[in-house]
């Protein structure tokens, strides 16, 4: 698969849409509710975020199908603004095809673009396997583990991981 990795437009929101919600109705990644409603979804992962980015299928036959997305936001407000917090999600049909971790190469030159000086993730889902292999792969640091810190839907109870990488000097 042959991809590029651009800015979000308007005219994304559907493809977005169509790869957030199985994955927020799996409720095995991220901790909004599986019944969040499209408009909710749209508020908080496009218009509550400094910069969003889409992947696209740029083979001969994907013809620019917005394949993953990410976004970009201050992690905390005032002065932790300099700390990114990101989210990244992939469509089914571009698992394991390497998106997700183009997608967070980019956010790695593209977060200082932004003025962010470190990255950091507050709930990696220790049983996300293939999101920790991308981020320890590229660098990040496991700080902490949280002990049963998300309701899986199907496994309960398991612990997450808060993941840095300094971008800065």
Known sequence: MSFGVRAYTEADWPAVWGILQPILQAGATYPQPPETSETEARQWWIDDH???YVAED??????????GSYYLTDNKPGLGSHVANAGFIVAPSA???GVGRAMGEHCLTTAPAHGYLALQF????ANNEASLRIWDAIGFTRV???PKAFRHATDGLVDAYVMYKWLGD
């Open 122 to 125: 507050n709930l990696v889902i």
């Open 50 to 52: 400094r910069a969003v």
């Open 58 to 67: 740029a083979s001969s036959d994907g013809g620019g199908r917005v394949v």
């Open 95 to 97: 698992s394991g095809r």
């Open 144 to 146: 902490g583990v949280l």
